[in-house]
Nanobody, 127 residues
Framework: QVRLVESGGGEVQAGGSLRLSCEAP????????MGWFRQAPGKEREFVSG????????TYVESVKGRFTISRDNAKNTVYLQMSSLKPEDTGVYYC????????????????????WGQGTQVTVST
């Protein structure tokens, strides 16, 4: 079992920045591919970004490219999502997810391919 704990959400004005963190206590963090998803009110959960086990592979949904940056620090068992130039449409609950992957660099975008989920952190972008 992997416990994921997100932090860093909050309310910010459009154009502002936030950094989300997701900590996964344990010594096997580097064997997990990590992803960030978000869910806006009344909408389905959508993939935002993902990162491979070593951090060498990253992927983003088109709407956040150039504004969001995902990174990880395996020594700290933590994955980050730096969000800049935030827009009201970025509002939602952001979830951290983990997928066990002993080998390979495939970073999935489907939520069903992730094994573990955090409780979510609210991000609200106001105009």
């Amino acid at each position: 079992q992997v416990r994921l704990v997100e932090s860093g959400g909050g309310e910010v004005q459009a154009g502002g920045s936030l950094r989300l963190s997701c900590e996964a206590p344990g010594r096997t963090f580097s064997t997990y591919i990590m992803g960030w998803f978000r869910q806006a009110p009344g909408k389905e959960r959508e993939f935002v970004s993902g990162i491979g086990r070593s951090g060498g592979t990253t992927t983003y949904v088109e709407s956040v490219k150039g504004r969001f940056t995902i990174s990880r620090d395996n020594a700290k068992n933590t994955v980050y999502l730096q969000m800049s130039s935030l827009k009201p449409e970025d509002t939602g609950v952001y979830y951290c997810a983990a997928r066990l992957a002993i080998y390979g660099s495939y970073v999935p975008a489907r939520s069903a391919e992730y094994n573990y989920w955090g409780q979510g952190t609210q991000v609200t972008v106001s105009t």
